[in-house]
C-alpha cells in the first residue's frame, strides 16, 4: 500500500513538467500531389487544397500555397517508401505538425521549428 502511495507521488511532478513542455501545432491538410522532387532530397510537392488547424492560432500552410515534403508514416516514426508515395495528381489527406522550441546545434541557442508531415490522420 506504501509503495503505490509512493508511486503516485513520483508520477506527479514527472506529469507536471510534461503540461509544462511546448504543444505540438497540428494542421490537417487536404494536399493535391503536384510533383516528385529529387533534389536536394527525394519529397513530394503538392499544393494544399483545404486546411484545419488544431489549435486555430497554429500557423498552417494557406489554401493554395505549393509544400514541399517528405512523406512520414501516420505515427511520423519513419519515413513511407517511395513505391508507397502518391503520385502527380492524387489527393491525400496529412497532417503538418510542428514544434517551435530553442535548438543547440553548436552552443549557441537558437530558435528552432521542428515539422513533421505524416500521411493519413
Not at 505540438?24 to 494544399?48: D, M, S
Not at 488547424?53 to 519515413?79: L, N, T
Not at 513505391?83 to 553548436?106: A, E, F, I, S
Amino acid at each position: 500500500m506504501k509503495v503505490v502511495a509512493i508511486a503516485g507521488l513520483l508520477s506527479t511532478p514527472l506529469l507536471a513538467n510534461t503540461a509544462q513542455a511546448g504543444a505540438w501545432q497540428v494542421c490537417r491538410l487536404e494536399v493535391e500531389i503536384t510533383a516528385t522532387v529529387k533534389q536536394p532530397h527525394p519529397g513530394l510537392k503538392g499544393r494544399v487544397e483545404s486546411v484545419k488547424a488544431r489549435p486555430a492560432e497554429a500557423q498552417c500552410p494557406a489554401k493554395g500555397a505549393v509544400i514541399a515534403f517528405e512523406p512520414e508514416s501516420a505515427d511520423w516514426q519513419s519515413m513511407i517508401p517511395r513505391r508507397h508515395w502518391p503520385t502527380p495528381g492524387q489527393r491525400v489527406w496529412m497532417r503538418y505538425q510542428y514544434l517551435d522550441g530553442m535548438c543547440k546545434n553548436d552552443g549557441n541557442e537558437r530558435p528552432c521549428r521542428i515539422e513533421h508531415y505524416p500521411m493519413g490522420w
